[in-house]
Structure formats: C-alpha cells, structure tokens
C-alpha cells in the first residue's frame, strides 16, 4: 500500500531532487545508549597511546598545517 505524502513534503523531495539530490538513509551509533560514553573514552585512550608511541606524528601534523596554510609551496 503507497503512503500518503504531504505534498508539501513531496513539493520540496521534487525539488531537491530536481537540483541533482537523491535520498539517502545514513545509521549513526546511538548516543544514548548505555555503554557509549565508555566505549569512546576507551577508544580515546586507544588513539591517545598510539599517537604518544609516533615519534614523527608532530612533524607530519605540523608540515601538514603548513600546507594548508600555504607555507609549503610545490
């Protein structure tokens, strides 16, 4: 069975669609679930260690934002 569509909800889908946009449906971990605020600080720590243990991290990060802020011509 269709589902019933507000027209202006469909008026203003034509036109994004018009403008050479589609539909899409994205799923994004559950922020209230318990459980998540943990999971990230656990995660955090994970990349904090392993960005400590890269001895050229700090070179590559600064030469990076040099180039972008045009210091580094090629």
Same mark, same amino acid.
């Not at 318990?34 to 030469?63: H, I, K, M």
């Given at each position: 069975? =269709?589902?019933? &569509?507000? =027209?202006?909800?469909?008026? $203003?889908?034509? #036109?994004?669609? #018009? #403008? %050479?946009? /589609? =539909?899409?449906?994205?799923?994004?971990?559950?922020?209230? /679930? =318990?459980?998540?605020?943990?999971?990230? !600080?656990?995660?955090? $720590?994970?990349? @904090? @260690?392993?960005? @400590? @243990?890269? !001895?050229?991290? %700090?070179? &590559?990060?600064?030469?990076? *934002?040099?180039? *972008?802020? %045009?210091?580094?011509?090629?």
């Amino acid at each position: 069975m =269709p589902v019933s &569509v507000n =027209p202006k909800g469909r008026k $203003r889908r034509d #036109a994004l669609r #018009a #403008a %050479g946009l /589609r =539909p899409v449906q994205i799923w994004l971990p559950d922020t209230r /679930r =318990p459980g998540f605020g943990e999971e990230c !600080r656990r995660q955090s $720590r994970l990349v @904090a @260690a392993a960005d @400590a @243990a890269d !001895r050229d991290l %700090g070179a &590559v990060l600064d030469a990076a *934002l040099g180039d *972008l802020a %045009g210091e580094h011509e090629a």
